[in-house]
């Protein structure tokens, strides 16, 4: 079955450092959403590209946070600097808005 | 503001009764809505999903259930089992555009 891969899984860093997440979205999905889940907001929408491009960034704080296509087979979030706040689960899905289908999620966590 | 509501942050079953788990929302015009399950540190899988233009859509043991006045859809499972232990994500969109997400309910089966 294919599938949507994020890496890394886990992630512990000090405030202030770069973060890194990225997300391999199916073949031939040309949708890639990137969410994260906290327990107060649940699954929030952050960003999403179609055929590469932004659509919709609204959910993302801009001054810390950027997200990009680079090429069909990456998506990637990076966050800079961190903040304790950003403690979350990240994920990226890929696939249409009403079938999406989600990776297993980046865990991170700021010290 | 939180377009979608799931106000019960747990729900405690036993095996074999019935579950229902319930969501709010604010917004009249989201036409599409579904139901997410997410197991421990995996992403959240589709469920099932509802058109607005129908009240009831029914696939095995899981029943979705829209009320377009009362802005309200529920899910039943019937019977419910140990597997179905999970949070559970409901969640709605507009002329699929993005999706928006409560924020999730935890549901135990138990013995």
């Known amino acids: 079955d294919a599938r949507v891969t994020q890496t890394p899984r886990h992630k512990v860093t000090e405030m202030g450092q770069e973060v890194t997440m990225r997300c391999q979205p199916i073949?031939?999905?040309?949708?890639v959403f990137w969410y994260r889940q906290t327990m107060m907001q649940g699954l929030e929408l952050l960003a999403y590209f179609r055929n590469r491009a932004p659509l919709d960034d609204s959910g993302m704080p801009k001054d810390r946070f950027s997200a990009e296509m680079p090429d069909a087979t990456l998506a990637t979030l990076k966050i800079q600097p961190s903040e304790p706040r950003d403690s979350a689960v990240y994920f990226c899905?890929?696939?249409?808005?009403?079938?999406?289908?989600f990776g297993d999620g980046t865990r991170l966590s700021i010290l | 503001d939180q377009q979608v509501k799931q106000n019960s942050p747990s729900l405690s079953v036993q095996e074999g009764r019935i579950s229902i788990l319930n969501c709010d929302y604010t917004n009249s015009m989201f036409d599409y809505f579904l139901w997410y399950k997410k197991y421990p540190a995996e992403g959240p899988t589709f469920l099932i999903s509802i058109s607005s233009i129908k009240d009831k859509n029914e696939d095995g043991r899981f029943t979705v259930f829209l009320n377009k006045s009362a802005k309200h859809l529920s899910l039943h499972i019937v019977p419910s089992q140990p597997g179905d232990s999970a949070v559970y994500f409901c969640?709605?969109?507009?002329?699929?555009?993005?999706?928006?997400f409560g924020t999730g309910t935890r549901l135990q089966v138990f013995p």
């Open positions: 969640a709605a969109t507009q002329n699929t555009d993005k999706l928006i």
């Open positions: 899905a890929s696939g249409s808005t009403d079938n999406q289908q």
């Open positions: 073949l031939g999905h040309n949708t």
